[in-house]
């Protein structure tokens, strides 16, 4: 996905959500001259009028309340960029299980190398070590 559809996704879901428990914003989300994707739209192009690189996620997002709280609002034209957004990937139990075992399979391949490579080096220098020891008939 995207980054500017995540963006966009993560916007949607705080608009909803704050939407579910403050019934004084529900109505205004619902604004038929509104749309998710001008929200964005205003989002970016407010962002690159202050020149700044990062964000605090509720400077974010009352940038999307304001949009939808104003009736007169200038959005701009759309802009294209790459926006990056931090977020914590929530896992299933069936993911982490997988996961688990993913990480257990590559650690015995990892160790399985190095007792590996561990028995190769000291096989070559038994060998070459019986080679160069002269013995006591030899002088």
Known sequence: MKGTEHFTRTIAEYLNQRAATDPLFAPNLMKPNKSIEEC???????????GCNGFDDDEIYSMAVHYYDE?????GKATDCQVMVNHVVELTEEEKAEARKQAIEQYQREELAKIQS?????????SAATQVQPSLFDF
């Open 40 to 50: 964005v739209t205003y989002i970016l192009n407010q962002v690159q009028k202050s």
């Open 71 to 75: 009736d007169e609002i200038e959005v």
């Open 118 to 126: 561990r028995n190769a080096r000291g096989k070559k220098t038994e």
